[in-house]
């Protein structure tokens, strides 16, 4: 529920989504495609990466960083990977995860999912060691603008592991208005940088 108190926060919240959505639209496939591709290699060469052995992926939409080549080579070298799915049948609710299988397709509100949780082999978020997480923007410190659902605010929050945003360099701002419930990150890795944030003791 938005209180009055927290009107302002939402409002900029709102504004800030427009302006970053309108400059990841604006950018070609082919540049997408060159981005995706750095930020992967950067991901890849953390020691926290190659050390883990269960790792949760989003899979992007067409705006976000391609998650895609990504997912696969976790599994080439036998990582296990979850994806978040959505309830198909009630298109809300929490996000669970799911074994990343080839049968991946588009799910209810533009949320990519497996093929349905009634055929997914579920896992259990407590074992996750890696989150690689999507988002609108992120802050310098680690702050993340999500879609304004709080899908993920929900899913990852108390849970440990070592949390992990993937994002073009232009996504990433000096400070971002944050909420108590809002997700920190521990890194976030774009075409040009590798960060180390400080994730806030009282941070979800």
């Known amino acids: 529920m938005v209180t009055q108190e927290s009107q302002p926060i939402e409002a900029l919240k709102r504004d800030m989504r427009r ?3 309108v400059l990841r639209q604006a950018q070609t496939p082919r540049e997408r495609e ?3 591709f750095a930020i992967l290699k950067r991901l890849l060469a953390m020691p926290g990466i190659t050390r883990s052995g269960s790792i949760c992926c989003y899979l992007a939409t067409e705006e976000e ?6 997912i696969e080579a976790f599994v080439e070298a036998h990582k296990q990977v979850a994806v978040p799915v959505m309830d198909e049948v009630r298109g809300a609710g929490p996000l669970q995860l799911c074994r990343f299988t080839s049968d991946c397709q588009i799910g209810p509100w533009g949320i990519l999912s497996c093929c349905g949780p009634e055929v997914c082999e579920f896992v259990n978020p407590e074992g996750v060691e ?4 999507p988002g609108v923007a992120f802050g310098e410190d680690g702050s993340r603008l999500g879609r304004g659902g709080g899908y993920y605010d929900r899913l ?3 849970q440990p592991g070592l949390r992990v945003a993937l994002a073009f360099d232009f996504q990433v701002s000096d400070t971002l208005a944050t909420a108590p419930h ?14 180390i944030c400080k994730r806030p003791a009282c941070g979800p």
Do not use: P, Y
């Open 65 to 70: 960083v391609h998650t895609r080549a990504l």
């Open 130 to 133: 890696v989150w690689i997480v």
């Open 19 to 21: 302006s970053f959505s």
């Open 34 to 36: 060159q981005k995706s």
């Open 156 to 158: 990852l929050a108390g």
């Open 182 to 195: 809002d997700l920190w990150m521990d890194n976030i890795v774009t075409e040009r940088r590798t960060m």
